[in-house]
Structures are given as C-alpha cells and as structure tokens.
C-alpha cells in the first residue's frame, strides 16, 4: 500500500481550507438558506455520482 493508498479518506489541505470557509458562510445563513444549500449540494452529489457510474461503465464495455 502507497501513500496514496492510505490518504484515499483524507481531504487535502486546500479541500480543508474550502470546507472551513464553507462553515463560515453556513454560520450567517438563516435555517432555511442552510436547508436549500443542503438539498442543493446532496442533488449535485446524486448528478456527480450518476456521471462517475456511467464513465465507469463506459469504459469496461
């Protein structure tokens, strides 16, 4: 097993500083904006995830 390997689970630093900048913004969000931004980020994770199955099917055809 690589480094690589073992840093799979593992966000990056510049992934870490976006999700820190992230709370900030969710922080002055009233309850509801938070709700729509909720539902809005897991439907594009849904889109992200259709796309990743469909280019994996595609390239053991």
């Not at 073992?6 to 999700?19: A, D, P, V």
């Amino acid at each position: 097993m690589n480094n690589n390997d073992k840093n799979i689970g593992q966000l990056s630093l510049e992934q870490q500083f976006q999700l820190e900048v992230l709370r900030k913004d969710i922080e002055n969000m009233s309850l509801e904006q938070a709700k729509e931004y909720l539902f809005e980020a897991f439907r594009q994770m849904m889109v992200k995830d259709n796309l990743c199955r469909d280019l994996f099917k595609s390239c053991y055809l």
